[in-house]
């Protein structure tokens, strides 16, 4: 039988949950979306005018469906925790039941299970900033949206992750080498994302025999990049000085996810997967 996956964080076609959704559909994978609730208009009545069509074509000429979009913003856990202007803000008042837990407890009272769970979102509000001149409050949001966001998912979605299930996130070199200009935060986000991901892959690998694994990708130029601002250099600094001198293409960060994913990877877990044409490797620019 087909697996089933949750992918959270796509609200275009340009991003790498986007990528790994085509990749896990040209699979077999039946697709389910979380996407952010401030995006989520947008997102779907672009789907729905066919705005995606052809980003959306299989390599057998099928056209991916997404079988249900969930609204979800993953720095909350439950409706306790939703502050009043949240409540109140237009751009969250026509959706309902977007927070993690509830999100997962949609998925199954619609679905009873998935097979595959991904975490493709990050957000850092201060991350033009160096770490220097980042607040309080502006680290804490980055390590709250793009860290505790996956210790959240996973421990609301185990429950429905069905055995021989796995889940995967992505990082970002910036976790372990210097970056400048991964700023607010974001860095830190992703160590603390890397390190969560040995941890949860213990718990999760104890509790059901479930594998986690993040994907650290090179430079994409997808909405949260292009933000950053330095996301044109990146990708030239990588073509001019990685062993594969090629530009990284979503596809090839989505097949990875997809062989995570699979049972040929069934040995694999607690592991950061570089998907990068090999950068990591090199120790100077050349
Ligand atoms: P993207 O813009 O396609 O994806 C980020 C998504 O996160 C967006 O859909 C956004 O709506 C969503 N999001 C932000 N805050 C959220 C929240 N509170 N709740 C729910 N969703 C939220 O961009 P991209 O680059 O594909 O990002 C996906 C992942 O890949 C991120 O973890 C990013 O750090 C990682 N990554 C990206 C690289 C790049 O060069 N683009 C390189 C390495 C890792």
Redesign the pocket.
Known sequence: KGKRAFI?????D????WAIAKSLAAAGAEILV???VP?LNIFESSLRRGKFDESRVLPDGSLMEITKIYP????FDNPEDVPEDIKTNKRYAGSSKWTVQEAAESVKSDFGSIDILVH????GPEVLKPLLETSRKGYLAALS??SY?YVSLLKHFLPIINPGGSSIS???IASERIIPGYGGGMSSAKAALESDTRVLAFEAGRRKGIRVNAIS????R????KAIGF?DMMIDYSSANAPLQKELSAEEVGNTAAFLASPLASAITGGVIYVDNGLNAMGVGV
Do not use: E, K, M, Q
């Open positions: 959270a964080g796509v609200a275009d340009n991003g790498y949950g979380g996407t952010w995006a979800l913003d993953a720095v493709s979102l990050a957000n949206a793009s966001s992505l990082t970002y990708a090179g430079p994409l997808s909405r949260a990049a996301i």
